[in-house]
């Protein structure tokens, strides 16, 4: 009797050992399976976060459209308004055979007078090997100096009145240090080879010559400006001595003088001009990784030595 006992009892204890190693082992496999599908989700993550993955908002719309470009921002190579992106932008915008009409959504304050330049120089191409697609600038709270130098370019330049405008001029500005410098007893140690290759240092004093120098670059420059909006602008443009002065104006004032066309948002445009109230968005987004290559490129520039004194900007 003993022995049937305990042959019960031995059962019952392999039974059970068998029981909670079967559960461990499950436990265990759906702990992997859940870590390997957390993993999955968090690179998942990572994929759409860097921009690897995702169909755009072009891929997903169908069918005749308005199409919209955003430059948002100081205009520079280093930035999201970079030539660069707008022109691949809007080279995507104009192909598309749904596009019925191009907008291009301007908020900059202005930027490089380079970068201005390549895009505006890339509409005019665009807009001759597409007539039938026209490109309208919409002004959002302003347009100003390369902001305007790329809008001159448009069919159309739309505003809201209180939207600001104009700016058309150049500037190259930095700073000088050679007072604080002597106050603190600090001497600059500048070897060059080059009578200029100083130019504009801002730890030395300034010298009459190259300020002259500078001076000629500037109103050259702010000539090759006052061109591009003479020809973009044509007979619109209503010349006075402050066109052209470096003034910015609001909204009502630029259409009076011939700076814009009008009044208009781009859901306006959109539906009143264009007569393709669907919008899709071409605009090219920076991702992650693009961020950071060019953040990392200009730690290398900066670590190797190479800065700018002085900035030459459209503003």
Not at 253 to 265: F, H, K, N, P, S
Not at 288 to 315: E, I
Request: glycine share 10%.
């Amino acid at each position: 009797m003993s022995d049937q006992n305990s042959n019960w009892e031995r059962e019952v204890l392999e039974k059970l050992a068998l029981s909670a190693l079967q559960e461990q082992r499950r436990a265990r496999h759906w702990g992997i399976f859940f870590k390997t599908m957390t993993l999955a989700f968090m690179f998942l993550l990572l994929f759409i976060f860097l921009g690897w993955i995702g169909k755009s908002e072009v891929d997903l719309v169908k069918g005749k459209h308005t199409a919209l470009v955003d430059l948002q921002g100081v205009i520079s190579s280093s930035s999201e308004a970079s030539a660069d992106n707008i022109i691949s932008s809007l080279q995507d915008a104009f192909k598309d055979k749904n596009t019925q009409g191009v907008i291009l959504r301007i908020n900059s304050p202005g930027g490089s007078p380079v970068q201005a330049g390549e895009i505006n120089d890339e509409i005019y191409r665009l807009r001759a090997k597409y007539p039938k697609i026209p490109l309208y600038v919409v002004v959002d709270d302003i347009c100003a100096s390369g902001g305007y130098y790329v809008a001159s370019a448009a069919d159309k330049i739309y505003v809201d009145k209180a939207s600001l405008i104009g700016s058309i001029g150049v500037l190259m500005d930095g700073f000088g240090f050679t007072g604080t410098m002597a106050k603190l007893g600090v001497e600059r140690r500048l070897i060059t080879a080059g009578v200029n290759k100083g130019f504009l240092d801002p730890y030395s004093p300034l010298n009459p010559k190259q300020k002259a120098y500078a001076k000629q670059m500037v109103e050259e420059i702010h000539q090759q400006f006052i061109a591009v909006v003479r020809k973009g602008r044509g007979k619109r443009l209503k010349e006075t001595p402050d066109t052209f002065s470096g003034l910015v104006w609001n909204g009502q004032r630029g259409v009076e003088m011939g700076l814009a066309d009008g009044y208009g948002t781009v859901d306006s445009v959109a539906r009143n001009v264009i007569k393709a109230s669907n919008i899709v968005d071409y605009t090219v987004k920076e991702n992650f990784a693009d961020r950071l290559a060019k953040r990392f490129g200009v730690g290398v520039m900066s670590a190797l030595g190479f800065s700018a004194q002085t900035g030459l900007t459209l503003r």
